[in-house]
């Protein structure tokens, strides 16, 4: 089976890897001209890095990674509101890992190259359109540097290629631009001494547009040196009179010192954080409405061109190699692709819709919300049920993630390739 994945980033890698993993050979095109360590830090859940275990790739990401051991929400004076063990300390049979994104995405390439051969990855290639055809789909591609027209043709297209993907627009022409809530992010690493005991995720404040978040992603060389630090501040500036500004601009030094001036906290200075940091850059918080499908004959979508979502309850990137790889299971359990693609829309998409519309009413982040509204009292024992309760929206509580079967293909299990 020809199987042609769309966008090369996390979502479509790991896709790649979860079919060659079910017996494929898929074909990767990304439209960058160079894969490049780019971004900033993102954490995997538990179910995420059960996913990429099975994978064979758990040495690789915990050479790279760091695992929180606690999540501490906290008040704009820094205290404490709420805290929960994260991972291992929780229960998991796995841990949660915070990673730069540019690490996680160039050993992601690594795996592909190794397995699938580096030909299997096609950069600078843009999606223009497809067409379906009488034995399948038909991508038209341009190669970014010559302007050549490439024309591929498969059995299956599945879009991976981000919130502005291509092939959703297609699939859905009338839907528009992306949702924002007015809320920037503005994001940034850097090198700085340990915050509470150096494996804490904290997120400070209340509702979006006015948090605080940090935690480390890579350990200092030598003891008593510095930990590589993510940061995130969410600003609220007004609706722009023209088009929101994607550009994923530079924030300047005296920009973000005066955006970090009200932000008091005991044991961290936003302010040092922010001169530490080699760049800064903004990033509006987006996302879109739930779709009613994702899937159409012998296309359809994953990830962020399915499911983009606000960053609340770190959930995006993990949903999306979760994805990955039940899109592989069914496609090796199915012999028409029509019918796999269908059942992979069935299984996923009503969970990670709820996720999307949690995630617009804070998901588990209303804990800090509530505890900065007087008029909202927290109650003991309600930040667990916040908590849980969106846990379990996710497929993401201890026991789900424990006990659920393998998505992992037998090697008998298909005699497609």
Same mark, same amino acid.
């Given at each position: ?34 894969? &490049? ?50 991972g291992i300390a929780a229960g998991y ?67 991976s290629d981000g919130i502005d993907s ?21 994001? +940034? ?30 350990? /200092?060389?030598?003891? +008593?040196? &510095? ?27 005296? &920009? ?46 994953? +990830? ?45 998409? /009503?969970?990670?819709?709820?996720v999307v519309l949690a995630n617009r009413?804070?998901?588990? &982040? ?38 659920? /079967? ?12």
């Amino acid at each position: 089976m020809r199987v042609s994945i769309v966008g090369g980033g996390i979502a479509g890698l790991t896709c790649a890897l979860s079919l060659h993993a079910a017996g494929f050979r898929p074909r990767v095109s990304e439209a960058a001209r160079t894969v &490049e360590a780019v971004g900033v830090g993102i954490n995997l859940l538990p179910h995420a890095v059960r996913e990429l275990a099975e994978l064979g790739l758990a040495n690789e990401l915990a050479a790279i990674a760091l695992p929180p051991h606690r999540l501490s929400y906290r008040d704009r004076a820094g205290d404490p509101v709420w805290e929960e063990p994260l991972g291992i300390a929780a229960g998991y049979h796995w841990p949660q890992y915070s990673v730069h994104r540019g690490a996680l995405h160039l050993m992601l390439l690594a795996a592909v190259s190794e397995r699938l051969g580096p030909d299997s990855l096609h950069t600078g290639r843009l999606l223009e359109r497809f067409e379906r055809t009488a034995g399948g789909v038909r991508a038209h591609f341009v190669d970014r540097t010559t302007g050549t027209p490439i024309t591929e043709n498969a059995d299956v297209l599945i879009g991976s290629d981000g919130i502005d993907s291509e092939v959703r627009a297609q699939l859905y022409p009338d839907e528009g631009p992306s949702h924002w809530n007015g809320v920037h992010m503005w994001r +940034g690493v850097a090198r700085y001494p340990h915050v509470l005991d150096g494996r804490s995720i904290v997120v400070v404040g209340g509702t979006p547009g006015a948090k605080f978040v940090a935690y480390p992603i890579e350990d /200092p060389a030598a003891e +008593g040196g &510095e930990a590589l630090l993510n940061w995130v501040l969410e600003v609220r500036h007004g609706r722009p009179t023209g088009p929101l500004d994607r550009s994923s601009r530079r924030i300047t030094s005296a &920009e973000a010192r005066t955006g970090l001036a009200a932000w008091n906290l005991p044991w961290a200075d936003p302010k040092s954080l922010a001169e530490r940091s080699s760049a800064i850059f903004e990033y509006p918080m987006l996302d879109r409405d739930p779709l009613p499908r994702w899937s159409f004959g012998r296309v359809t979508l994953l +990830g962020d061109a399915a499911h983009p979502m606000f960053p609340m309850g770190m959930n995006g990137g993990s949903q999306s190699i979760v994805d990955a790889r039940v899109l592989a299971w069914c496609l090796a359990r199915e012999h028409d692709p029509a019918t796999a693609l269908l059942r992979y829309d069935h299984m996923r998409r /009503p969970t990670v819709n709820a996720v999307v519309l949690a995630n617009r009413n804070l998901g588990p &982040e209303e804990v800090i919300a509530r505890a900065e509204d007087p008029s909202r009292f927290l109650p003991v024992g309600q930040a667990e049920s916040i908590t849980s309760r969106y846990k379990y929206l996710a497929q993401a509580t201890v026991v789900q993630v424990n006990t659920h /079967p393998s998505w992992t293909v037998p090697a008998d299990a298909t005699g497609l390739t």
